[in-house]
């Protein structure tokens, strides 16, 4: 579930590819958006590595792993679409944001 939430953020964010991965590869464009490296780099592929996982028979993804892809997951849905909010509304009310 988190790798196609990775997946259609991404569709929504104007990434193209036929798969995740191709899409993945278009992130380095992404960081005129002010989206951290972490967030383009790492935990989408992440996601996607567990997701693939899971989508084979006999795939097994420790708890461990399973944990770290969804926050993973909330992490780079956090930078995709509330970060640029916060931001937005911080600018439009004249006050300044500093983000952590």
Same mark, same amino acid.
Do not use: Y
């Given at each position: 579930?988190?790798?196609?939430?990775?997946?259609e953020?991404?569709?929504?964010i104007g990434? %193209?590819?036929?798969s995740?991965?191709?899409?993945?590869? =278009?992130?380095?464009?992404? !960081?005129?958006?002010?989206?951290?490296?972490?967030?383009?780099?790492?935990?989408?592929?992440?996601? %996607?590595?567990?997701? =693939?996982?899971?989508? *084979?028979?006999?795939?097994?993804s420790?708890h461990? !792993?399973?944990? !770290?892809?969804?926050?993973a997951? !909330?992490?780079f849905? *956090?930078?995709?679409?509330?970060?640029?909010?916060v931001r937005?509304? *911080?600018?439009h009310?004249?006050?300044? *944001?500093?983000?952590?």
């Amino acid at each position: 579930m988190a790798r196609r939430a990775v997946e259609e953020a991404g569709e929504l964010i104007g990434l %193209r590819g036929r798969s995740l991965a191709k899409m993945l590869e =278009n992130l380095a464009t992404m !960081e005129a958006r002010g989206i951290p490296p972490a967030a383009r780099d790492v935990w989408p592929s992440l996601v %996607r590595k567990v997701g =693939n996982v899971a989508a *084979h028979a006999g795939g097994h993804s420790s708890h461990d !792993e399973t944990s !770290e892809a969804l926050v993973a997951c !909330e992490q780079f849905l *956090h930078f995709i679409f509330v970060r640029p909010l916060v931001r937005d509304a *911080h600018r439009h009310s004249g006050r300044s *944001h500093k983000p952590k």
